[in-house]
């Protein structure tokens, strides 16, 4: 939805934005998993990977996965060629989950195409419009995350 300069917004035109942002991002992550052939938990666990390898351990409290699940998904991302397990450096019992380079060839360019648009959308802002727009979608995150605590 384009708005004119002279459009009266309101903060319900915000949380309107916001749905529409994460329900581009619902589609963009079941596109993206339909590619590696991996259910959308999976993905979840490769989008943490991709950030940093991970112990088995981290990845089930931040998916909130028994170690049961956890092996079993590890399992699943093994075979599929997108993970990989390595012994743990600081460990010598423990294990670290890795992201292969097959998961960066075939999933990259999905997801490189994105931040390049809104890279390209950024470099028309001036200082004061990125320093907002990436101030407000800080602030609808830590929303998102405070309502996860909130019971």
Do not use: W
Not at 31 to 36: K, L, N, S
Not at 45 to 65: D, S, W
Not at 78 to 94: H, T, V
């Amino acid at each position: 939805m384009e708005f004119s300069q002279d459009a009266k917004l309101t903060p319900g035109d915000l949380v309107a934005a916001c749905r529409r942002l994460y329900t581009a991002i619902d589609k963009l992550d079941a596109e993206a998993a339909a590619r590696v052939g991996v259910t959308r938990n999976d993905l979840r666990c490769l989008n943490l990977l991709a950030e940093a390898p991970a112990k088995p351990t981290r990845i089930g409290a931040e998916l909130g996965l028994t170690s049961g699940s956890v092996t079993a998904l590890l399992d699943r991302l093994e075979k599929a060629g997108l993970a990989e397990r390595s012994p743990d450096p600081d460990d010598r019992r423990g294990v670290m989950i890795h992201p292969t380079e097959h998961l960066f060839a075939v999933l990259g360019p999905l997801y490189a195409g994105v931040a390049r648009q809104i890279a390209k959308v950024g470099s028309q802002y001036d200082p004061a419009e990125l320093e907002l727009a990436v101030k407000h979608l800080n602030d609808a995150c830590k929303a998102y995350e405070d309502a996860i605590h909130e019971k």
